[in-house]
């Protein structure tokens, strides 16, 4: 439980960070309430985890050996892939992930009246969010995840640490973002990958 709830939380911290999600919450926030867009976000991200983890545990009714085998080549074939990426990418390119992030929100709200109810922002945030969660790599690493581990576990990790991305997103997610680059968020991301595909190798001994 334990080993499940740490994966959870780590993985999600540290890959969530710049995200595409976290550059919505940074947007909303700089132009709604902050207590109102991180209600919104962590709640959308809340419903993808139990969603993701329901979906990993559906996959783990299938035989152990081959599950096991399916995670590693998983985590490590994208962790090269997300390290391949980031290699072509130039070291002052732009975060194409905030770019996406602007573009969205400013779509949405421009088919919304300009004075929003409370109830209205925390969806606001709640529907961008989840639409934007939905087959990124933290829900499909999180399947993966709840496939081989705890359902609890993994749960409590993953929402412990979209609460702590969607926290720094709208606390202080200004003044850090324009320091992001997507090289870097790509990098990390590969990384984080190859190490839970060494892990799960390393477990299976």
Known sequence: MLTAFTAGLLFITFSELGDKTFFIAVILAMRHSRRLVFAGV?????????????MGQVASLLPKDFLHVAEIIFFVGFGVKLLYQASQMP????????????????????KMPKKKTPWAIVL???MLTFVAEWGDRTQIATIALA???PAV???AGAIAGHSI???IAVLGGRMIAGRISERLITAMGGGLFLLFGAIALLEGK
Request: glycine share 6%; aromatic share 2%; with cysteine.
């Open 42 to 54: 962590v709640a959308a991200l809340a419903a993808m985890t139990v969603l993701s983890v329901l």
């Open 124 to 126: 606001e945030a709640f």
């Open 147 to 149: 496939a081989a581990h």
């Open 91 to 110: 070291g002052g390119a732009e975060c194409e992930e905030a770019e996406e992030a602007i573009a969205t929100v400013k779509e949405a709200e421009s």
């Open 153 to 155: 576990g993994v749960t």
């Open 165 to 167: 991305c969607a926290a």
